[in-house]
């Protein structure tokens, strides 16, 4: 009995040198291979970024979704790349009042800002058909007013391209292009479309002050007196659900209720982010303002009896004066990130790839 | 050798033997859900438009677009009177499935008679950025120029519309309650004594929303303005009334 004792003790201890100096007498261990993992950095106060574990950020990804965002091979005639109507100097919107597919075909609806878009689930598109980025990436593709693209079409061309496959390759581990791939490249380069440097931000770090007008800009966005922060607060600057802000007595755009089928959601569209808004005219889910006055304006004295209208919005405004307008614009002001605006990881690759 | 084996098993089949045929002595930990409906005076709440319109005490018809508020420090009491807290808060909106229901685990086994909570966040929890940043939270932010620096999260958003014969377009009502006006709800006693061991107690939870507006303070619509967070006395107000807002329906125990 003790002999059999003395011989476990024996291979417990020998199995625990061999385990130590394993990296000693050993091969040194393979280099890892594949895609380069990328952790983003998530700003102060904003929510976790939701990543689907099956869509890690990666490098190699991100880098190929840039490519692919900023190339009209997703269009039906390669005429419309993602960032023709997705702009990054506007923000990723339009200037547009609505967007203009292949062929010069009509959009219906303004092209969203995309601003902190990783955020936005489950909720993206001004109807919030789309739960994921993942899941959002496809429909332009395909609509007959946007891309007007074959899938099959497209990864043939993608698969035969000269450089696609390689690309594909480094971010994925395979040089079979398809339509989930293409989709969750796009996804990840869409995720770093992270902004949280702007004035608003500055002056919350203690690191600006805002100026008169911005401040009491501030006090009305965030008191029920603008009564904007309901569904713009901080620091996402949406609250990603659904309203009738009251733009029409009818609505024409079922908005939401194209989706859930519900009556009370008829009328009712997306709280857009406001960061950046001062780029992102015109406005609204139908872009009717030209102008952010004219938009903010509307809450002022605008908005009229709608069937769904938000118990949060008055019927006939808020009864903003001019000043009020005014030092609101200078508030919105702040949430300007330029280093966000001006980004060159946000802009077409050159040819180099940086 | 043989002898101290068997003594062994005798010692063991008597030690199992105590802990089946005796579990009131042995109580297990278990587990409570608290699951929430809604109803306005019986009927069951729907939300959204003047389909689903309902009669305050003060004859307003009204319906309703938004419930959402914290429920937090549950307290059991025990067959004895005994209070048992369970520290925590939950996040509820009426329409999202997701969170009606609040798992409380690891509650200490034995005979439970009622249950009560705050409806919101006491001093304690109520801080500045205090709750995860969750989109959910994000948007129950109680905001800087209104005490939120102080203060962190609205307790309740409880938004609606009613009819008025003076005001055109169904004016609304929006009863945002935050600062120190959270809930103490009243002691609700179950139908009948449950018992926690080692299985699961479900507790039906019943918001009559006409509570709000009923006792000890009728409430009129339009004798306020349709938003009230600048008026903590006014929150004060709905907050007593809606002490005696729940009932608890059921209590059903599952293994």
């Known amino acids: ?195 949280a440097e702007a004035k608003f931000d500055r002056v919350q770090r203690g690191e600006a002050t805002f100026t008169d007008a911005e401040a009491r800009g501030f006090e009305l966005f965030f008191t029920e007196r603008g009564e904007c922060f309901h569904c713009h607060g901080n620091p996402l600057f949406t609250d990603n659900d659904f309203h009738d802000i009251g733009l029409d007595a009818a609505p024409d755009d079922a908005g939401r209720s194209d989706v859930t089928g519900k009556r009370s959601d008829y009328g009712k569209f997306k709280s857009p982010t406001l960061r950046n808004v001062t780029v992102t005219a015109p406005y609204m889910h139908d872009g009717r303002f030209a102008t952010l006055r004219e938009a903010v304006q509307h809450y002022a004295t605008g908005p009229r009896p709608s069937p769904n209208l938000d118990p949060l919005i008055l019927v006939g405004g808020f009864g903003l004066s001019e000043q009020e307008v005014d030092d609101l614009l200078a508030f919105l002001e702040t949430l300007t990130d330029p280093a966000f605006l001006n980004n060159p990881a946000l802009r077409p690759p050159t040819v180099n790839g940086q | 050798m043989r002898r101290g084996i068997f003594l062994i098993a005798a010692l063991a089949l008597l030690w199992a033997g105590c802990d089946s045929s005796d579990p009131i002595d042995n109580t297990s930990p278990g587990t409570v859900v608290l699951s929430f409906s ?127 014969p003076v005001i055109p377009a169904e004016p609304p009502f929006n009863a945002h309650l935050g600062l120190d006006n959270y809930v103490t709800v009243r002691k609700l006693p179950f139908p009948e004594t449950a018992r926690v061991d080692a299985n699961t107690m479900e507790l039906t939870l019943s918001m009559n929303v006409n509570e709000w507006w009923k006792t000890p303070n009728t409430f009129v619509f339009a004798d306020h303005p349709p938003m009230i967070m600048g008026m903590p006395p006014l929150q004060r107000l709905l907050a007593d009334n809606a002490a005696d807002a729940f009932t608890v329906k059921a209590v059903t125990l599952r293994d």
């Open chain 1, 1 to 195: 009995m003790i002999r059999f004792v003395l011989a476990g003790l024996t291979a417990m201890v020998l199995l625990a040198g061999c385990d130590g100096g394993g990296s000693t007498v050993g091969p040194d261990p393979p280099e890892p291979t594949g895609p380069t993992p990328l952790e983003l950095a998530t700003p102060a106060g904003f929510p976790p970024l939701p990543i689907p574990a099956d869509n890690p950020m990666t490098v190699e990804g991100v880098a190929l979704g840039r490519r692919l965002f900023f190339d009209p091979i997703l269009s039906g005639d390669n005429s419309i790349a993602c960032a023709s109507c997705h702009r990054p100097n506007a923000a990723f919107s339009d200037p547009r009042r609505v967007s203009l597919g292949v062929a010069d075909r009509e959009g219906f609806r303004n092209a969203p800002n995309l601003t902190n878009i990783g955020w936005a689930n489950p909720r993206l598109f001004w109807d919030g058909r789309a739960e994921s980025l993942e899941e959002q990436v496809p429909h332009p593709v395909v609509d007959f007013d946007e891309m007007d693209q074959d899938w099959g079409e497209l990864l043939a061309e993608l698969q035969n391209h000269a450089a696609y496959p390689a690309l594909f390759e480094a971010a994925f581990e395979t040089t079979q292009i398809t339509q989930d791939l293409v989709t969750k490249a796009l996804a990840q380069f869409e995720r770093t479309f992270i902004s």
């Open chain 2, 38 to 164: 809604f109803e306005v005076d019986g009927e069951p709440l729907g939300f959204d438009d003047s389909s689903f319109s309902y009669v305050n005490a003060a004859g307003d018809t009204y319906w309703v677009s938004t419930l959402r508020y914290y429920i937090s420090d549950v307290v059991l009491y025990d067959s004895d009177g005994d209070r048992h807290e369970i520290d925590g808060f939950h996040y509820v909106d009426a329409e999202d499935a997701s969170t009606l229901s609040y798992t409380l685990s690891d509650v200490p086994g034995g005979e439970y008679t009622a249950v009560t909570f705050f409806l919101g966040l006491d001093e304690e929890k109520n801080l500045p950025n205090s709750l995860p940043t969750t989109t959910e939270n994000l948007n129950m932010a109680w905001p800087i120029p209104m005490g939120g620096d102080v203060w962190g999260y609205h307790h309740l958003k409880l938004e609606v519309n009613y009819i008025n």
